[in-house]
T-cell receptor, first 112, second 113 residues
Framework: EAGVTQFPSHSVIEKGQTVTLRCDPI?????LYWYRRVMGKEIKFLLH????????ESGMPNNRFLAERTGGTYSTLKVQPAELEDSGVYFC??????????FGPGTRLTVT | GENVEQHPSTLSVQEGDSAVIKCTYS??????FPWYKQELGKGPQLIID?????GEKKDQRIAVTLNKTAKHFSLHITETQPEDSAVYFC????????????FGAGTRLFVKA
């Protein structure tokens, strides 16, 4: 069974530019989560999809962040325009029933 | 909202010794407590979890304990090996209405051979 995959593994962009991160969950997992770890701090929850619906987006920092999950399969997280403080590692996780979440390798975003 | 505190931030042990990482949480509604291990360049990997109706759980060299009254839980690794070196995260989540998971800040464990 393939694990959670994320693309790209690393992205370097300039302040003001747009970046789109992609996550492919484990096949059959209805729950998809986005998290972010900034500067070695704790991993922070961003949002939770159940299939294509946003179940909880209370962790989204501001309206520069837009997450989508069309068709309930893969998900994208767009940052537009990017700011310096958006730098960090963005993780995606998926789960079938909700309890056990399987994480992807993360996308390291650097905003210069 | 929920807040999870994790200690220590760094832990160095000799191979074969035990390692203990402690966490506290603030929201009594949390009922699921996973532990993740993150190795360099990889995402967090679930290594063990415990639910609030259980006080202790063991899986080979790893054990977790949960004290609901005191709102704290701990990870115990016995007979540590160099490959146990990694960053460990504790977390808390509520099963009702979704599984928003709140993480601790992480513990960097070094196991010296």
């Amino acid at each position: 069974e393939a694990g959670v995959t994320q693309f790209p593994s690393h992205s370097v962009i300039e302040k003001g530019q747009t970046v789109t991160l992609r996550c492919d969950p484990i096949s059959g997992h209805d729950n998809l989560y986005w998290y972010r770890r900034v500067m070695g701090k704790e991993i922070k929850f961003l949002l939770h999809f159940v299939k294509e619906s946003k179940q909880d987006e209370s962790g989204m920092p501001n309206n520069r962040f837009l997450a989508e999950r069309t068709g309930g399969t893969y998900s994208t997280l767009k940052v537009q325009p990017a700011e310096l403080e958006d730098s960090g590692v963005y993780f995606c996780a998926s789960s079938k029933q909700g309890y056990e979440q399987y994480f992807g390798p993360g996308t390291r975003l650097t905003v210069t | 909202g929920e807040n999870v505190e994790q200690h220590p931030s760094t832990l160095s042990v000799q191979e074969g010794d035990s390692a203990v990482i402690k966490c506290t949480y603030s929201d009594s509604a949390s009922n699921y407590f996973p532990w993740y291990k993150q190795e360099l360049g990889k995402g967090p990997q679930l290594i063990i979890d415990i639910r609030s109706n259980v006080g202790e759980k063991k899986d080979q060299r790893i054990a977790v304990t949960l004290n609901k009254t005191a709102k704290h839980f701990s990870l115990h690794i016995t007979e540590t090996q160099p490959e146990d070196s990694a960053v460990y995260f504790c977390a808390a989540a509520q099963g009702t209405g979704g599984f928003k998971t709140i993480f601790g800040a992480g513990t960097r464990l070094f196991v010296k051979a």
